[in-house]
T-cell receptor
Framework: ETGVTQSPTHLIKTRGQQVTLRCSSQ?????VSWYQQALGQGPQFIFQ???????GRGNFPPRFSGLQFPNYSSELNVNALELDDSALYLC???????????????FGSGTRLTVV | GESVGLHLPTLSVQEGDNSIINCAYS??????FIWYKQESGKGPQFIID?????DKRQGQRVTVLLNKTVKHLSLQIAATQPGDSAVYFC?????????FGTGTRLQVFP
């Protein structure tokens, strides 16, 4: 059984550019959630994807968008990057629908994005 | 508004002692809480969870206590080891999203 894998691990972008981050969910999981973790803070929910559709969104502008593919992997896209977008972006997979309350979310190690 | 917060940003304990990490939450309707451990360069790792119909749940060396009256959670780690050094987050499961607190850094010294 594989865990959640994210790529790339580190990324440096220039303000105004666009970025795509990728996530492969854990085997058996069909739901992917994305979180932004600023330095010294707890993760903040961006959005969740279930059955290839957005299923809940946090307080993030539309320039944050995502996709989920038939194999349950997912992408996070951020347009018009701002300096404040610098953060660790975490992907978590889970089994949606009848959500399990034990070991529900498995997190990847994240992508460290630096915007300069 | 909803929030999950922590009382202490840093906790230093001696190896072998017990650690207690506290967390306050504000949404009285929340019914599921999770403690995560996050080591440097890694994502949050599940430690233990508890539902609102429970007051206490025990795992291996860890215990979570839930006091719904004052909306307070605590994580107790017995016989703290150097490998326990990390940042600990409580999180509230809110309709398919997690609401995290800022975190408490646990430092274990010999």
């Amino acid at each position: 059984e594989t865990g959640v894998t994210q790529s790339p691990t580190h990324l440096i972008k220039t303000r105004g550019q666009q970025v795509t981050l990728r996530c492969s969910s854990q085997s058996g999981h069909n739901t992917v959630s994305w979180y932004q973790q600023a330095l010294g803070q707890g993760p903040q929910f961006i959005f969740q994807y279930y059955r290839e559709e957005e299923n809940g969104r946090g307080n993030f502008p539309p320039r944050f968008s995502g996709l989920q593919f038939p194999n349950y992997s997912s992408e996070l896209n951020v347009n018009a990057l701002e300096l404040d977008d610098s953060a660790l972006y975490l992907c978590a997979s889970s089994l949606g629908g009848a959500q399990s309350f034990s070991y529900g979310y498995t997190f990847g190690s994240g992508t460290r994005l630096t915007v300069v | 508004g909803e929030s999950v917060g922590l009382h202490l940003p840093t906790l230093s304990v001696q190896e072998g002692d017990n650690s207690i990490i506290n967390c306050a939450y504000s949404n009285s309707a929340s019914d599921y809480f999770i403690w995560y451990k996050q080591e440097s360069g890694k994502g949050p790792q599940f430690i233990i969870d508890i539902r609102s119909n429970m007051d206490k749940r025990q795992g291996q060396r860890v215990t979570v206590l839930l006091n719904k009256t004052v909306k307070h959670l605590s994580l107790q780690i017995a016989a703290t080891q150097p490998g326990d050094s990390a940042v600990y987050f409580c999180a509230e499961d809110n309709t398919d999203k997690l609401i995290f607190g800022t975190g408490t850094r646990l430092q274990v010294f010999p």
